[in-house]
Nanobody, 127 residues
C-alpha cells in the first residue's frame, strides 16, 4: 500500500532522494497527512533500524547516525513523503522502507508501532 522509489547505486559522498506515496489514492481511507511517517533501513544480517520520522505537524526526528546528512519531509498536497540522503557513506547501504502509523501517542522509532510498510528501495553506496 506504500510505494517507495528513488534508490540506486551512488558513490561515497553522493546524494539520493527517496520518495514514498500510496499505491492508491489513500492508505486505508486516509491521505498520508493523517499519519506519522518514517523511514527505516535494513542491511543484510542486521535488524531493521529507524532512520528518520515526521509527525502530522511536520516535526522530525533522526537517528544519530544520519543526523545532519539525511532530511525527511512531506508534501501533503502531493500525498508524498521524501528522504533526502546527502554525504552518503558505504555504511548507509541498505534496503530503505517507508512506514506509516496513526501515531496516537506521537512519533515512534520502533518498527513494531508502524502498521503500513512499503516493499523497500535499495540504496547502495560504493567506496
Amino acid at each position: 500500500q506504500l510505494v517507495e522509489s528513488g534508490g540506486g547505486l551512488v558513490q561515497s559522498g553522493g546524494s539520493l532522494r527517496l520518495s514514498c506515496t500510496t499505491s492508491g489514492r489513500t492508505l486505508n481511507g486516509y491521505y498520508l497527512n493523517a499519519y506519522c511517517m518514517a523511514w527505516f533501513r535494513q542491511a543484510p544480517g542486521k535488524e531493521r533500524e529507524f532512520v528518520s520520522g515526521i509527525d502530522r505537524l511536520g516535526r522530525t526526528a533522526d537517528a544519530d547516525s544520519v543526523s545532519g546528512r539525511f532530511t525527511i519531509s512531506r508534501d501533503n498536497a502531493a500525498n508524498m513523503v521524501y528522504l533526502q540522503l546527502n554525504s552518503l557513506k558505504p555504511e548507509d547501504t541498505a534496503n530503505y522502507y517507508c512506514a506509516a502509523e496513526r501515531c496516537v501517542v506521537g512519533l515512534s522509532r520502533f518498527p513494531e508501532r508502524y502498521e503500513y510498510w512499503g516493499q523497500g528501495t535499495q540504496v547502495t553506496v560504493s567506496s
